[in-house]
């Protein structure tokens, strides 16, 4: 009767172990890739009134090297009032506001793995100050290249969403889950079988 208990235990110990190990896995490949966890505004928000500045923040901390971001809004007029400032795990970037319309904030950094985050906020000023929207665009003639810079990596973004690899990484970690589990019964029935 004791040998019979320490087959048991020694089999759920196998079986504890690789569901440890499963739980595991997932975690280190979301330690080393980065990823928009909110902003301020939000995304696909309606504001009556312009905010003071636009906060993105991440899983991870970004580092200020590799971290890009660029506000744009309607007919793809630059919005940012200055540099993005860096604190812990938040990105901030003054705005300056234009005519009412839609305001694309693009994001792009890289990963402590060095694949590149890339995504989008998207929110709508209700409000706009149209007495400096003509002269905004009249006066100041180095905007139209400045925010044409900005244009041919809208689309990129766009399309990637908010994150580059689509919710792949979740799948192989299920796969990984699944194999390590289907292993841990096959070690059981085996031994089982073995012991008859």
Known sequence: M????????????????VVAASALLPAVPAAAHNSLTGSDPRDGARLAAAPERIELRFLATPKEATTE????????????????AFAGKRVTVPFRPGAA????????????????????????????TPAESPSASASPTTV???SAAPTPASPA????????DGGTGWLWAAGAVVVLT???GGLLLRR????R
């Open 157 to 164: 973004p766009a399309a990637a969403g908010t994150d580059d």
């Open 101 to 128: 319309g839609l305001y694309i904030v693009t994001y792009r950094l890289a990963s402590d793995d060095g694949h590149p985050v890339k995504g989008e906020i998207r929110f709508t000023l209700t409000t706009g």
């Open 192 to 195: 089982r079988a073995a012991r």
């Open 182 to 184: 289907a292993l841990g």
């Open 2 to 17: 004791g040998g019979r208990v320490a087959r048991v235990a020694r089999t759920w110990a196998v079986v504890l172990g």
């Open 69 to 84: 971001v660029t506000v744009t809004g309607p007919d793809n007029v630059a919005a940012t009032g200055g540099a993005p």
């Open 144 to 146: 139209a290249p400045t």
